[in-house]
Every structure is written in C-alpha cells, then in structure tokens.
C-alpha cells in the first residue's frame, strides 16, 4: 500500500508540474549558439526525475541544465556532422519511455487519467526532445568510437596511478559450462498449444483481446494488453515476424511456436516498414519426463569428458543448448565489459556459486537442475572451473586487461574534456544569472584562460 501511495504521490507531483507549465509564461534560461533552452524544457526534465521515483530536491535542477546544455551542444554538431536518428528508433525509445510510466501508474488508462491527455498526446510532447538527446548521444558516441590504447599507454596509466589507491579484488575465477534443455515431445508440447487455442477462440468469440492478454499472456507486455508498440521485422524471431507481416489490420493469426513458446497475435496498425501488434503468449513448460531425458544425455556428455573422450570446451561447442557460450567452449564472459574473469562475489546465483565453489582448477562438477530465475526455465548444467586467481591488490601481470579499459576509459574522458572546451570557447553560451550559484554550471561560462588563471 504504502509503495502504491508513494508511486500515486509522484505521479500527483508530474502531473500538477505539466499542468504549471501550462499556465506559466515560459522563458529562455540559457542560449547555445543558435539554439535556446526554455524554462519548460528544464521542467519537463524534472518532472521525468520525479516520475522515476526520485525525491524532490530543487539542487538537481543545476546538473539537469548542465546535461541540457552538453545536449544542446553535441546536437549542433550532429546537424553539421549530418548525424540522423530515424523515426523508429525515436520511437523505439519513446515507447520504452510510456511502458515504465504505465507500469509505475497501474496501466494505460490511469496514467491518461493523471496526465489529462492522452498516451499519443505525451509521446508528441516528448518527441522533439528525444531526438535530440538520441543525435546527442550519437555524436558523443562518434567522438570516441575510435579510441583505443597501446600497451605502453596501458603502463603509463597505471604507472601514474597512486599505489595506496589502486584496487583490491576478490578472488576471480574463469569457467565454461555446459546447458541442456529439456526438450519436450509434440504430445507433451499440444497441451500448451491447446491452452493458447482456447483463449484464442475466446477472442474470436467475442472477448476482448486486450483482456484476454492481461489475464492469461505469459509475457511481459500482459499488463499493456499484450501490444508491442511499433517495429520493424528484424526486431522479432522470424517466426513472430512472418505473422505480423503477412496479416491486416485487425486480422488474429493463427496459434504459432516459437522459442519462447504459442503465440496468436492481432495487427492493429501499419505504418510504412513498420507495425504494431498485440499478442498472448503461452510458455513451454519442462515435464517431469523431459527433465529425465535432459538429465541422461547430460550425464553421458559428462562421462565423456571425465573419460577423455572429449574436452569440456570440445563437449560445449558440440551439446551445449547456451547460444550465448555454445561457440565459445562454453566460457562465460562479463556482460558489461566481455571479460572472462568474473569475481565471485559477483555469482549472485546460489546454485552457481554451490557448484562452482569446491572445484579445483581443471575439475568440471557434477550435473545440477538449474532455474533461471527470472523467466522460471529449468535445465541441466555443468560446470568446468578453469582458473581461480586469490585475492589481491591490482598488478599489471594478473590484471592488465581491466587496467586497459580504465585507461582507454580515463583517454575517452580526456578526448571529451578536449572536445567540450574547444566547443565551448567557440560557441555563444549564455546562462541566466539565476543560476550562478550552480557550480556546475561556471566552467561553461568561462574561457580556457580564465580557467588557467584560477
């Protein structure tokens, strides 16, 4: 209750901050170059911090203008630079922006009830500054796409670091595994198509689709009446796509599989290259007989190994079902920075971490069931433990490739430093007096000079 309040507070605060800016006069607050940043844009900023579930604190406004000036600034650039975003991506972003909005407001239409417009209304609203923000970021991303760093720079880096401030890590370990998913049989598959044709003729019947998704879809667009938004065909598995392509406008499919499981889908609308469909998804759920068939051929992929019949990255190129490690032999990689050292206070997963844990450098575990978590999936899992370094203070032996991405990161911060001086010195910037207080805020108004003289 109390979330629900809090959540129903933020949105009062948004809500009653559009509607002022409706009625207030607005003003330009700052100028760069030709350009201009109204009262109302700084707002409407601030109101999308409150809507994310952070608390009022008029301090915030200072660093929101600062990254409305940056905005501004790699902007024009990107006009000069002939930097595009296309309306789908505009759109892609836009959508994400309403789906976290309906999710915090209970569904669609509360949030057009807080907002006293309506969804399409808002979206118009937002457009203009996200493409902005959008050409922004790729100008940003043009800058330094192509930094790099040589081994010597590497040295220098972490020569000029101070040693009482150089990291400590915990014990990192580099291993493989080896997925088996249970694979059901068509019989044990018609149950579940079965399920997804009943509440299609349900909605051939009469009922509502959009109640129907919310009730009974499986997938996470359920509470939006299972639409999507509007996209193009790559975005989905080719399977979804031929559906949503091939039908008209108010036209249901037929109940299709995919990996994810039976789907029936409704066009709703088309637009160009694009559309936007709403669907309800059914998920393949592992028996209990298709788990016994997972856990035998896992158990003999494990025997060959152990018999030297075949290595674990040989076996996991082979049998894995993981696309995300099957062509890597198995190795698990960081997601954020593809490094194959992971710490291990970082294995948040418990059945991971029990399995991995006892194994010595070169030994695999025995075979585990494994849930995932988040979507609920079981399958059968081993583990090989490659190597295990013990904790201790960053060196350039053990650690030079995190001590490369610092320093190629610390180069791609001096390069935008660099960028965003010249920039400034040869833009008109101004910045009403109002916000002299924001220390944010004086570098942008000062010359290189100035700067040097402080």
């Not at 695999?364 to 081993?382: A, F």
């Amino acid at each position: 209750m109390k979330k629900l309040l809090g959540i129903l507070f933020i949105l009062t605060v948004y809500i009653n901050s559009l509607s002022a800016q409706d009625k207030l006069v607005d003003r330009i607050i700052a100028n760069v170059g030709n350009a201009h940043i109204l009262q109302s844009d700084l707002e409407l900023e601030y109101t999308q911090y409150l809507a994310q579930g952070n608390k009022p604190d008029d301090n915030i406004k200072c660093y929101i203008l600062q990254q409305l000036l940056t905005q501004k600034l790699l902007a024009q650039q990107a006009v000069i630079d002939s930097i595009e975003v296309s309306e789908s991506e505009v759109d892609d972003q836009l959508n994400f922006r309403i789906r976290s909005m309906v999710q915090r407001a209970g569904g669609k239409e509360r949030l057009e009830e807080f907002l006293n417009r309506s969804i399409l209304q808002h979206k118009e609203e937002l457009r203009p500054a996200v493409a902005e923000q959008m050409k922004g970021n790729k100008m940003q991303q043009q800058i330094v796409s192509n930094i790099d760093v040589t081994p010597e720079e590497v040295k220098r880096y972490f020569n000029s670091l101070n040693n009482d401030s150089l990291p400590y890590f915990n014990t990192e370990i580099e291993y493989a595994q080896l997925v088996i998913n249970p694979v059901l049989t068509k019989e044990e598959k018609d149950v579940f198509r079965n399920k997804a044709e009943s509440y299609r003729q349900q909605v051939i019947n009469g009922s509502d689709f959009g109640t129907i998704a919310r009730l009974y879809s499986e997938d996470g667009s359920a509470p939006y009446g299972g639409e999507l938004g509007f996209t193009t065909r790559e975005n989905w598995v080719k399977e979804f796509s031929a559906q949503a392509f091939r039908l008209k406008k108010g036209e249901i499919s037929p109940v299709f599989e995919t990996q994810f499981g039976f789907h029936f889908l409704q066009v709703l609308e088309r637009r160009g290259e694009e559309v936007n469909v709403r669907h309800v998804l059914i998920k393949k759920q592992a028996t209990i007989e298709s788990l016994n068939r997972a856990k035998t051929k896992i158990d003999s992929i494990s025997d060959l190994v152990k018999n030297n019949k075949l290595n674990f990255n040989q076996a996991s190129s082979i049998y894995s079902d993981d696309q995300n490690t099957k062509y890597a032999g198995g190795v698990v990689s960081n997601m954020e920075n593809r490094n194959t050292l992971i710490p291990m206070d970082q294995l948040d997963d418990v059945e991971v971490f029990n399995a991995i844990d006892p194994l010595k450098e070169g030994e695999i575990s025995k075979p585990i069931l494994y849930t995932d978590k988040r979507v609920g999936e079981k399958s059968y899992r081993i583990y090989y433990l490659k190597s295990r370094i013990a904790p201790h203070k960053a060196n350039l032996d053990q650690d030079f490739a995190k001590i490369k991405e610092a320093a190629r990161q610390d180069k791609v911060n001096r390069t935008l430093s660099e960028w965003f001086e010249t920039r400034r010195e040869t833009t008109f910037i101004s910045i009403n007096p109002e916000f002299s207080s924001c220390e944010e805020l004086k570098i942008w108004t000062k010359t290189s000079k100035q700067l040097a003289g402080k």
